[in-house]
């Protein structure tokens, strides 16, 4: 099984602060990741597929990088509304497909 | 406008039966795959399985596999989850998500989720 791994658990930020979140698999899976954002009490919302590829509707704020292993979700400018939870998925590996444990990005 | 509305879940017995529902709107139902996904009190995120557009490709878990089963009614526009042989640790709120066009194992709706307890 393709195990996701994300770093940090929890990240205390300001608006307007850069945030960058980070997800490792536990082997190669090329670009087929996805980031996902979930506020509490609200189904979770895709923001990045393919890696880096942005979802329609989803502010340009968001960017997503890497391949095989490494792979980043970066919010250039926080906003008020981006305090949530964040979470990678890994596509390679269907019928067997994760998720990372989240990130909740809090407020300093 | 896409809709994803489950239904189903409550509260059962360990080793009892439960069917979840989920009716889908707004798209063309039969061009898309389909998943489940749980999450349990205060956890994360947890695929639970996945069919594909004409149910010719279907995955599961690791954790329900052998005692859940996933299916879908394209006449109906809606999409079942069978869970048997539950367990205290299948207690979640599960969603119905849909898979984006052509990269179906990506999920771009989202229905609200249908709670499961089990416990006795």
């Known amino acids: 099984d393709i195990q996701m791994t994300q770093s940090p658990s929890s990240v205390s930020a300001s608006v307007g602060d850069r945030v960058t979140i980070t997800c490792r698999a536990s082997?190669?899976?090329?670009?087929?990741l996805a980031w996902y954002q979930q506020k509490p009490g609200k189904a979770p919302k895709l923001l990045i597929y393919a890696a880096s590829s942005l979802q329609s509707g989803v502010p340009s704020r968001f960017s997503g990088s890497g391949s095989g292993t490494d792979f980043t979700l970066t919010i250039s400018s926080l906003q008020p509304e981006d305090f949530a939870t964040y979470y990678c998925?890994?596509?390679?590996?269907?019928?067997?497909?994760?998720f990372g444990g989240g990130t909740k990005v809090e407020i300093k | 406008e896409v809709q994803l509305v489950e239904s189903g879940g409550g509260l059962v017995q360990p080793g009892r039966s439960l069917r979840l529902s989920c009716a889908a709107s707004g798209f063309t139902f039969d061009d898309y795959a389909m998943h489940w996904v749980r999450q349990a009190p205060g956890k994360g995120l947890e695929w639970v399985s996945g069919i594909s557009w004409n149910s010719g490709s279907i995955g599961y878990a690791d954790s329900v596999k052998g005692r859940f089963t996933i299916s879908r009614d394209n006449a109906k526009n809606s999409l079942y989850l069978q869970m048997n042989s539950l367990r205290a640790e299948d207690t979640a709120l599960y969603y119905c998500a849909k898979g984006l066009r052509f990269l179906g194992y990506y999920f771009d709706y989202w229905g609200q989720g249908t709670l499961v307890t089990v416990s006795s």
């Open positions: 082997q190669g899976i090329s670009s087929w």
């Open positions: 998925q890994q596509a390679n590996s269907f019928p067997l497909l994760t």
